[in-house]
């Protein structure tokens, strides 16, 4: 059973100067599934996130990727360990083509810096060759009209493309664990469902990839989650099957206010 | 894809290299009468042709993207007429030394200015102290020919490289600012340097160091005038064909840099450092790379100054020159090596051509600055996204052999 934790938390916490943001949080997450990390707005999910990647250093407890303590790594070794995230507002590099933003994914992997840049074109041409094709598989996965664009500036694309983008960003690292924050947040309906599909095939485009996923749609959670974390100020409040945790009178009161 | 369409609206066959060849004529001609004019008539002529050829083609979308595509369809060939026209500079500037320098300068600036490209433009560091670095440079190779009467080639070298090491020392608090306080830090850097050199003895104070040994390679002395049997050139030609050099490497040094994982990786960090880290870049590594990297451009071009010259004073080095060179990165065009180009010759040929209306001329230098970034903010030649499809078309026959190698093991 242990084997199969990818991750696990262990109280942890942080809090800014007076506010505690995350409270002594304990989380684990089974290997390839997809735990919907839920809560009202200011919950400390993103926190969760920001420290799970190294942007945040917890002041309290611990986490473990792989039986491995992350605690205090920076944000670059973490990525390199397989932990990838997208953002809540997009972070895409908006003057840069869609396969630049494909290919900073891949950076850890690269190997031809700059003295191949400057001396052995070749040598570099074959990667740029390798990482072209995977880019190119990658967005045509999601939407192949992404391939067509794959050279015009991501600022051009429409809302939910971007977000493709930075999923195939994300992916490109080829991440045991992806984190996707809020992945819904300015989609109409339609493309919501759109997205949901996305997911779906990122799982079936991996063998090994476990997803966390913060969202406030509860359709999207409900469809596509093996588990669910709620939070509520910061503390986890209830955790189970979306069914458990949508009749659970806590979670109920956290999200419509108790009943007078 | 893209480049299949263009070629198609293309001038084709011996007609577009004719216009090619033709284009480069005319541009040519028209910037050369500017320095054998002594009054400034050509001047003011080119520049309302210049206007008027901006706003013609920003109406005739389809004639420029035409005349685009020619010029990229016959690439060799215009490639090669550019060499020959640069090459054919001194020959036209025979009579007029003075220019020949001028135009020198102005390369000596376009090689700083490549090297802050890569901090300000790829990277988005802003340097405030590039005449700091400069001073590095020429001071290392001035002192270095002066007390030990190393060779030009290696103190060239070691004014680049040094540069290079004393950015490290600045890089320290550079690391911990950003955006503004990033360009006070530089900004107190550079007058520290100049304050520095002042007040040292043994980097000659206020009067500077004179009479450090003009450029000499294995025996060849840049000082004497340049004999091709049939001509015999200003001695600045041997300078300035050195510089045309220097200029090639490092201008397609930089070009390559920009087009590899490096730019990738540079504009990433420019445009989102945040999502550069998630994304698994040692984001201070790259900075203090490239920062490092520019600087010893900086330095070089530093370096080069002082063995033309034969005298350098804190007065070169002064805080007006950091920003020409910051003015040139963004006027020309942020993260782009030929606005570089284009910005270094016109902020500085025209201020020294506008010399005729004496006082004035700084009031039109700032006029012309405002009203290009007024309606091109983005730099006259602006950021264009990287395309791969040239690097792997070039080495498409290489790549398939590879694949076809693989292909047979597994078999």
Same mark, same amino acid.
């Given at each position: 059973m242990n084997n199969n934790k990818i991750l696990?938390?262990?109280?942890?916490?942080?809090?800014?100067?007076?506010?505690?943001?995350?409270?002594?949080?304990?989380?684990?997450?089974?290997?390839?599934?997809?735990?919907?990390?839920?809560?009202?707005?200011?919950?400390?999910?993103?926190?969760?996130?920001?420290?799970?990647?190294?942007?945040?250093?917890?002041?309290?407890?611990?986490?473990?990727?792989?039986?491995?303590?992350?605690?205090?790594? !920076?944000?670059?070794?973490?990525? %390199?360990?397989? &932990?990838? =995230?997208?953002?809540?507002? /997009?972070?895409?590099? +908006?003057? *840069?083509?869609?396969?630049?933003n494909v290919f900073i994914g891949m950076h850890p992997r690269q190997k031809?810096?700059?003295?191949?840049?400057?001396?052995?074109?070749?040598?570099?041409?074959?990667?740029?060759?390798?990482?072209?094709?995977?880019?190119?598989?990658?967005?045509?996965?999601?939407?192949?009209?992404?391939?067509?664009?794959?050279?015009?500036?991501?600022?051009?694309? !429409?809302?939910?493309?971007?977000? %493709?983008?930075? &999923?195939? =960003?994300?992916?490109?690292? /080829?991440?045991?664990? +992806?984190? *996707?924050?809020?992945?819904?947040?300015?989609?109409?309906?339609?493309?919501?469902?759109?997205?949901?599909?996305?997911?779906?095939?990122?799982?079936?485009?991996?063998?090994?990839?476990?997803?966390?996923?913060?969202?406030?749609?509860?359709?999207?959670?409900?469809?596509?989650?093996?588990?669910?974390?709620?939070?509520?100020?910061?503390?986890?409040?209830?955790?189970?099957?979306?069914?458990?945790?949508?009749?659970?009178?806590?979670v109920r009161e956290a999200y419509l206010g108790k009943r007078g | 894809m893209a480049n299949n369409q263009h070629e198609k609206e293309a001038f084709r066959g011996t007609g577009g290299l004719l216009l090619t060849l033709g284009i480069e004529l005319v541009l040519y001609a028209l910037i050369m009468a500017i320095f054998l004019d002594h009054g400034g008539t050509t001047l003011i002529i080119d520049v309302i042709l210049a206007a008027a050829a901006i706003v013609y083609f920003k109406r005739n979308h389809a004639l420029a993207d035409k005349i685009s595509a020619t010029l990229a369809a016959n690439r060799k060939a215009?490639?090669?007429?550019?060499?020959?026209?640069?090459?054919?500079?001194?020959?036209?500037?025979?009579?007029?030394?003075?220019?020949?320098?001028?135009?020198?300068?102005?390369?000596?600036?376009?090689?700083?200015?490549?090297?802050?490209?890569?901090?300000?433009?790829?990277?988005?560091?802003?340097?405030?102290?590039?005449?700091?670095?400069?001073?590095?440079?020429?001071?290392?190779?001035?002192?270095?020919?002066?007390?030990?009467?190393?060779?030009?080639?290696?103190?060239?070298?070691?004014?680049?490289?040094?540069?290079?090491?004393?950015?490290?020392?600045?890089?320290?608090?550079?690391?911990?600012?950003?955006?503004?306080?990033?360009?006070?830090?530089?900004?107190?850097?550079?007058?520290?340097?100049?304050?520095?050199?002042?007040?040292?003895?043994?980097?000659?104070?206020?009067?500077?160091?004179?009479?450090?040994?003009?450029?000499?390679?294995?025996?060849?002395?840049?000082?004497?005038?340049?004999?091709?049997g049939f001509i015999t050139l200003h001695k600045y030609a041997n300078y300035y064909y050195f510089t045309l050099l220097l200029l090639f490497a490092l201008g397609i040094a930089a070009h390559r840099i920009y087009h590899s994982w490096v730019g990738v990786t540079a504009a990433t960090i420019r445009d989102d450092e945040v999502a550069a880290q998630t994304n698994g870049v040692q984001v201070n590594k790259w900075k203090l790379t490239l920062f490092v990297l520019g600087n010893c451009f900086i330095g070089l071009s530093g370096a080069f100054y002082s063995h033309m010259v034969g005298f350098i004073s804190p007065p070169n080095f002064a805080f007006d020159k950091s920003l020409v060179m910051v003015s040139i990165v963004i006027l020309g065009g942020m993260d782009n090596v030929l606005g570089i180009i284009l910005g270094a010759f016109l902020l500085i040929i025209l201020p020294e051509k506008l010399r005729f209306i004496q006082d004035y001329r700084f009031m039109i230098y700032g006029i012309v600055l405002i009203v290009m970034l007024i309606f091109q903010p983005r730099g006259l030649l602006p950021f264009v996204p990287r395309s791969y499809a040239e690097l792997i078309q070039r080495y498409r026959h290489k790549l398939l052999q590879g694949k076809k190698a693989q292909g047979g093991q597994e078999a």
């Open positions: 696990y938390t262990q109280d942890l916490s942080i809090h800014f100067g007076g506010l505690v943001a995350v409270d002594r949080v304990n989380i684990e997450v089974q290997r390839n599934t997809i735990l919907g990390l839920i809560g009202p707005n200011g919950s400390g999910k993103t926190t969760i996130f920001n420290m799970l990647t190294g942007l945040y250093i917890p002041t309290g407890g611990n986490f473990f990727f792989e039986g491995e303590s992350l605690l205090g790594k !920076p944000p670059y070794e973490i990525a %390199r360990k397989g &932990i990838a =995230r997208t953002f809540q507002s /997009s972070r895409l590099c +908006l003057d *840069l083509s869609v396969l630049d031809h810096w700059l003295t191949s840049a400057v001396f052995r074109r070749s040598a570099l041409a074959e990667e740029v060759y390798q990482a072209y094709e995977k880019a190119m598989h990658l967005l045509n996965i999601f939407n192949p009209e992404l391939v067509k664009r794959s050279s015009e500036p991501a600022g051009r694309l !429409p809302q939910i493309d971007r977000r %493709r983008v930075e &999923i195939c =960003r994300a992916m490109a690292m /080829s991440p045991k664990l +992806l984190l *996707l924050d809020e992945p819904s947040a300015g989609m109409t309906p339609e493309e919501i469902t759109e997205l949901m599909n996305d997911i779906r095939k990122v799982q079936q485009e991996s063998e090994d990839i476990t997803i966390i996923i913060v969202e406030h749609v509860m359709s999207v959670i409900r469809t596509i989650t093996d588990h669910v974390v709620v939070l509520n100020f910061g503390r986890k409040i209830a955790e189970g099957t979306f069914h458990e945790i949508s009749h659970n009178p806590e | 215009a490639w090669i007429g550019v060499i020959v026209l640069l090459l054919a500079v001194p020959f036209v500037l025979q009579a007029s030394a003075y220019w020949l320098f001028i135009v020198i300068t102005a390369g000596l600036f376009m090689m700083a200015c490549l090297g802050l490209n890569i901090q300000l433009g790829s990277t988005g560091m802003m340097n405030l102290a590039g005449a700091a670095f400069q001073a590095f440079g020429a001071y290392t190779a001035g002192l270095l020919a002066l007390n030990y009467g190393l060779p030009t080639w290696l103190t060239l070298l070691a004014g680049a490289l040094v540069t290079g090491l004393f950015s490290i020392l600045l890089f320290i608090p550079v690391l911990k600012t950003k955006g503004h306080y990033l360009a006070l830090v530089t900004i107190a850097f550079q007058f520290m340097v100049v304050i520095l050199v002042e007040n040292m003895e043994w980097t000659g104070g206020p009067q500077g160091l004179k009479n450090i040994p003009l450029m000499n390679f294995f025996g060849y002395s840049f000082n004497e005038p340049l004999n091709l």
